[in-house]
């Protein structure tokens, strides 16, 4: 039974092609199972996306598919991200877009990691 909101993954994304080193990224983090760097088009002076190294278009797909050493590993990461850039204080939001409604433009899960000024309402009004 497939699970809703995964499908096939699409290898040409601009991740994927991050992860296969066929364009640059700016990195700041990366290890067994997580890869993070700079947004091309920051929305705050800090912004950063992380991602798992593996093929998931979702959380999901993610959640749904990945083992536990990988599911802890990517949690672990965005975590470490945060401390590492010395988010902490005054702190950051975590955002993931999921799907259409959420306006996911690249078919490889992300979470985007904000930070270095008041952030506003956590949704457009
Ligand atoms: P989303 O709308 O949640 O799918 O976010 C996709 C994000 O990827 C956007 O914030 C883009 O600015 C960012 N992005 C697209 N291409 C690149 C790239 N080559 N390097 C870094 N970030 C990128």
Request: hydrophobic letters at 40%.
């Amino acid at each position: 039974m497939p699970v809703k909101g995964t499908g096939e993954y699409d290898d040409t994304n601009i991740f994927a092609r991050i992860l296969r080193g066929e364009i640059p990224c700016r990195k700041v983090h990366e290890d067994q199972w997580s890869l993070a760097f700079h947004d091309i088009n920051p929305q705050a002076p800090t912004h950063v996306l992380v991602i798992p190294k593996a093929r998931y278009i979702s959380w999901a797909d993610f959640s749904a598919r990945a083992g536990e050493a990988e599911i802890a590993g990517f949690v672990r990461a965005v975590g470490q991200v945060a401390r590492d850039l010395g988010l902490e204080e005054p702190g950051y939001r975590l955002l993931a877009n999921i799907g259409e409604h959420a306006g996911q433009e690249v078919p490889h899960l992300h979470v985007h990691l904000f930070a270095g000024r008041g952030l506003g309402p956590m949704l457009a009004r």
